[in-house]
């Protein structure tokens, strides 16, 4: 009994109470050690209360919030409150009769969603433009962007703009709504989930089939490869390396950095949001996918139909069909457009160094960009089309981030889906003998490639000179001599980003046609392959810990 006191009285507590309270240096995510005592404990919690519904959304709830908390700090006050606000706003908006009063309430949920967006992400971005623009001299606030802001703000709006169009019906339980947002699996980084989709599911009985149980294991176990061993092994050990300072390195070196990229973000955030998916599907909630092997695209068009699904069907049912779809113009069309050739006009002059004759011819070319379709089809709703597109992919851009490398990635992805759309007009009758044929959809599958490439140099770069100078050493500087001590160096890393490329090459349904197959998985295959991804793991593991990349948005 004496060496069990001593032994209590020499343990640290207060170091061990630390371990529960917020630490900026080290927040919980998914491959934090904490996650495993923290899910542990809410699965031994959850699976007890599986049968007692409102018990269960308690616990669902409490542990959610303390997830968020653990991740984030103080900002878990914000969710609290936009979950309250957007609750009694969304009820008020379904039992209005008055179609004037209904508009005011959604409204107000509108400003009060994105004012607090705007506020957090924005703010200093304008104060930085006004002072450089209008010789201002505002003092920048230098505000902390509140984790997941940018994603519970559009479920959020998407919840109160169903409930306003009659598409969905408010939640009666606030914990309903409070499980709907904070539910901890996907309420950093996503997916986006849709309330018509998810809420049903809360106060269904818990059900895990065995099916169920395997894909949500091998959801999770190849989110941690993607995230942990693939993309942070190829970010540490290249990608960081050249974009702080490309002018070091030549074009050669550049362009692999950037196909790196490109399978860095790939691995980081579908990674993510397969491990969300996975822990999802063992707690009986079913989110869609939210990558479909984006990189198998042979449009930017069809890019788009398998990149971040989530971001792209919200955009497309809350941005681009209420701006006018491919129907009819709007007035924040016609404000976005002109806003953007105008901008294209002064970062000519002024990034660029052209004349104004110069400048003004680029943004005379890019406005007939958007009017060959209607001139093609002789449609003027062609137009409209465009413009709304464009706009679109804009403040899609700007979503991601308060810079102009984000505008700017907005901006290419825009004009790449209008050059898509004349491409289309002018050979779709022509080559439509081809057009699915694997030769045709290999080269097109590399120019769609490369283009995203390109976009991602300004998505990555931490400002719009390292952007540039990336892409001058691209262009004007690609040696080719220093390949073979260029792979001397980075075998390692070259064999990674071919592994990330290959994933591409697994079909989608894959594991879904295994699956369907009766036969049991059995425990010793679970536990074989987890403890082989934690040798792999081990293997790769670096002692610098790489925050995902969508954990900034």
Known sequence: MESILKLFNSFDWAAFGQQFLYDSKNPLLFNNGFFVYFFSLFIVLFF?????????????????????????????GLVIISAIVDFYLSNAIYRTKTKSKKTGLLVLSIIFNLGMLFYFKYTDFFIEISNNWLETDFNPLNLIL???????TFENLSYTIDVYRGDFKPAKKFTDYLLFLAFFPKLMMGPI??????????????????????KGFYL????????LIISDFITLNMVD???????????????FA????????????????????????????????NFLSPYQSSSITEFWRRWHISLSTWLKDYLYIPLGGNRKFSISSFIFVGLFLVGAFFMSKNLFGFSDLVALGISIGLLILFLIPAIITKNPKGIAANFNLLT???????????SWNFIIWGAIHGIGLAIHKIWMLLTGKALGSINNSMPYKIVMGLITFHFVCFGWVFFKAADFEIAVNMLQQIFFNFDTSVFLPF???????????????????????????????????SLVYYVTVFFGFLILYGYFKSSEQVLPIYLQF
């Open 48 to 76: 007890a209360l599986r049968h007692r519904h409102q018990a269960r959304r308690y616990v669902f709830c409490l542990f959610s919030l303390y997830f968020f908390y653990k991740a984030s700090g103080a900002f878990v």
């Open 146 to 152: 509140p984790i997941g802001i940018s994603f519970y």
């Open 193 to 214: 989930v849709r309330a018509h989709d998810f809420v049903p599911q809360i106060n269904k009985p818990y059900f895990v089939s065995d099916r169920d149980f395997a």
């Open 220 to 227: 999770i176990i190849a989110g941690l490869i993607k995230k």
């Open 241 to 255: 390396y050249v974009f702080d300072n490309p002018n070091l390195y030549t074009g050669l070196e550049n362009l």
């Open 258 to 289: 950037v196909y790196g990229y490109a399978m860095v973000i790939y691995c980081d955030f579908s990674g993510y949001s397969d491990i969300a998916i996975g822990i999802a599907l063992w707690l009986g909630f079913h989110i869609p996918a």
């Open 392 to 402: 679109t992919m804009l403040l899609g851009g700007f979503w991601h981030g308060a």
């Open 487 to 521: 792979y001397a160096n980075y075998q390692s890393v070259i064999w990674m980003i071919a592994l990330a490329m290959a994933l591409h090459l697994i079909p989608d349904d894959l594991i879904d046609k295994i699956l369907d197959k009766p036969k049991k998985v």
